[in-house]
């Protein structure tokens, strides 16, 4: 059975789980604590990172891919249905750009200063952790929204006139930081509106059901008419 | 003329140059340092980092691409020669995963605390950096080292049979901290045998002739025996 070693907050494997749904792939998921360096991930990805998929392709044999944006061009490779790259290469480099640009950037700017130190501090047992990175973070997201907003001025969907790898890149990261109530959204209303349409995609509907124990979402995150 | 905005010591902009000259495509070279800012380098590429290549593409046009890893896919399917990704999506997948690696893994734990920590002294007029980040650094530097051996251990190439982009990746990491003398070549042998392997080739020969101003690399450094 095809399985994703993932964590429910962790944007990385939100993409993974959203393109496995648009392309129609059920899989079986195993949370996979990243910190306690489990042998099982350590074996299936020596970088000792989520998500891991482990695939059966339809040529046979099990293959382990990682890290996030290698299962994504895995995934556009292996199966056909629901593209999440256009066909051209200029276009395909715009859409690689931005899905790159929340993997690295967004990660390091926002992520690991708002939703890693809210995983952390969950881990620690609800300590708080000093509050001036919360605040650069914040400030961070206000202007990676304001980017967003500049793009879906110009554009239908982040990279284009479709919808692509850099929308479901950008929903999974903007999904994990709203669990933990750090996107505002009534700041960006274009950024709000795209963020619905994603929202309301049947694929990203067991991503919004997730709950982690004793730490519930606010209200609107998985309001559909927020 | 197809452009690379780049910094000689910038590994993903060694990469970009070495995939660029495997494939027989000609390019203008402009030194772009990213902490000046430069509008241009803004107007290609929003995250205003190196490498971007701009591309007139046979199909017409012109086309801004980045980061390093975008421009690599971009090559591989805009050109067919020379291919650096190997014909099945597993195998794809383990080359893609290794030049990841070196993009994310390697720059956190080694160019972040050796390479770039060297460069910044070099533009603060050769004052000396504290230690202690120069010995982490050179300690992840062994473990790193170590895997690749580990993996040369078991194939001819990084990824299997064949040169890849994870080969190109690998080389371009190290022959930048090579230059800062940064890697401890005599400690691992099959690997040193491997750079050698890709040192000779011909796409290789620009970037080892490269040289900053009044920090020369050492001797070994574009020695093909050494």
New interface residues.
Partial sequence: MRTLLHMPLDPGSRMARILLAEKGLPVCLVETPPWREPAELLAR???GEIPVLIDE?P?G?E?A???A??IA??LE??YGAAPMLPA???A??EA??IA??FD??FESEVNQLILRRRVDERLAGARRLEPEPYRAGAERMRWHLD?LAWLLDRRAWLAGERMTLADVAAAAHLSANDYVSAVPWSEFPTVKEWYLRMKCRPSFRPILADRLEGAPPPSHYDDLDF
Wanted: charged fraction near 25%; aromatic fraction near 10%; charge should be positive.
């Fill in positions: 990805n020596p970088a392709p040529t044999g293959v891919v990682a890290p944006l290698v061009d895995y490779e292996a051209t290469s200029a395909r480099g690689r750009r790159h640009w690295r950037k980017y």
